[in-house]
Each structure stands twice: as C-alpha cells, then as structure tokens.
C-alpha cells in the first residue's frame, strides 16, 4: 500500500516544505520509492530538490486545473539514489485557487491524479511507490483541502514556540469536516516537533503539551533548530545531501525511520 501524506499546517514558518523534503530524501536513500508533490506556489520544495519550476514549466497547476497527467510532469531527483520522484510547482497555481472555485468535483483533482499515477509509475519503473508525500502551502484553501482529499495521512509539523497549537485546532476542524464529508479515510498520522531548541524551557514545554495532546502520534524524534536546514535549499539540496553529519540531518533520517517503522510495526 502507498502511503500518501499531507504536510500540512496553514501556519506559515512551521518547517512544512523542509519537513517534506528531507524526510522523502531521507527515506529515499533508505530504499523506498519516494513521490514529492509541490502543492505551494512558492515552490520552496521544488527549490531545494533542485527542479525547474518557472512561470512555463508544466507543474501542479496543469495538473490541477488543465488535467494533465502526473506522469507527465514527474521527474526524477538528483538524491534518493534513484528513488526520489518530485512534481514540482510554479507561481501559476496561485491562480488555481480561484480557477478550481468553478470546475466539477474540484477537491477530488488531486486524488484522482495521483490514483491513476500508481499504476502508471509502477508500468514505468518496475516498483509500486512506498509514499507519495505531498507540501501543502500555508494556508486552508483548495490547494490544502486537495492534499486532505487525495491522503490517508496528516503529517502535521509544529514548531516549540509560543502558541505552537494555535491554528491547529483550526486545522483539524478542517481535517474532521473532510473526515466526514470527503474523505473517510483521512486521520492525523504523525506529529512531528521542529525548531526544537534543547536550551529554553519554552522548547520543552511545548513538546511536553504537543505530547500529551497528541499521544502516540508524536514521533519520538524532535527536529533541532539548525542552520544547516535553512541553508541547504539555497543551494537545491536537501540537508541529507547538504551535510549529513549536520544535527539537523541526523533528526529527520531518525524522524524517517520512525515514521516509516510506525506503519510496520
């Protein structure tokens, strides 16, 4: 079974895009076949995998709003061994907001993509995809409520600031009404804390609330703040592939694998 996975909290600044592309590079480089989706008009996750994505480039906007297939905008990136796939996006969706408003079925589109993607992707390259993890932007529009439909899974990234939970609540109002009126399948798969700062009560306050809020869903590991992650993109890597002796890369190769061992256990 393909996990797929929203990375999703509208609140800008959480670690959404830098929680997405390193954990898919991190599991990648583990041996599992990895689908990023860049569903954020910024396409700060298309930036750090290193794909063309300028006003031209058929992106996620095409697929959303023109039917394009996924496979046709799909490509392979530079780490992940060859098990890293990206879709990258464009400054164009920003319009596909207001465009999705009057096509039919307009939160299913992303869902319906990826589904026939599958198949194809297994046709083309001889292996089913382990995850399809997709960057959702900050925000609770169309574009988020796509990502809720088409995943089984919310990845909800919370930073351990002050008012780590506010929004969330907002968040997972949303994910219950798609619960019960489009997607019955979706539930909060994992927390993950980020910008974990070892030094100040304030850090650990948070994880201890975010846990006792949470329960099990928190992954165990907790994401360092770090200079290296906020580097890496600038330079169309992920931290793996940036420096990955760097604290913050060793937590999200731990954070990949408690994800990943979480499904299995």
């Known amino acids: 079974m393909t996990r797929v996975l929203a990375v999703a909290n509208q609140k800008g600044g959480v670690g959404k895009t830098t929680t997405t592309v390193n954990l898919a590079a991190a599991l990648a480089n583990d041996g599992r076949e990895v689908l ?6 910024q396409g700060n996750a298309s930036t750090a995998l290193g794909l063309e994505h300028h006003s031209g480039v058929l ?3 095409e697929v959303l709003t023109q039917d394009v297939p996924l496979a ?3 490509t392979r990136a530079a780490e992940g061994d060859g098990h890293l796939w990206a879709a990258p996006a464009t400054i164009d969706l920003a319009g596909a907001e207001i465009e999705l408003v009057s096509l039919v079925a307009r939160e299913g589109r992303l869902d319906r993509a990826i589904q026939s993607y599958l198949g194809e992707h297994v046709a083309r390259h001889g292996r089913p995809l382990d995850y399809v993890i997709i960057d959702c932007p900050p925000s609770l529009g169309l574009l988020t409520l796509n990502a809720l439909v088409a995943a089984r899974e919310l990845l909800l990234p919370i930073q351990c600031e002050y008012y780590a939970l506010e929004g ?10 798609v619960t019960k009126h489009l ?16 030094r100040t009560r304030l850090s650990s306050q948070v994880v201890q609330e975010v846990r006792e809020h949470f329960g099990a869903a928190v992954l165990p590991t ?5 200079v290296r992650l906020s580097e890496a993109p600038s330079y169309g890597q992920t931290v793996l592939a940036y420096d990955s002796g760097s604290s913050g890369a060793l937590a999200y190769v731990q954070a990949a694998r408690d994800l990943d061992g979480a499904h299995h256990d």
């Open 36 to 41: 990023v989706i860049d569903l954020d008009p």
């Open 59 to 61: 992106s996620t906007y």
């Open 72 to 74: 046709e905008i799909v």
């Open 168 to 177: 969330v609540s907002q968040l997972l109002r949303t994910v219950d009404l």
């Open 183 to 198: 997607n019955p399948d979706l539930s909060v798969g994992a927390v993950l804390l980020t910008m974990y700062d070892g």
């Open 222 to 226: 907790v994401i360092p703040r770090s």
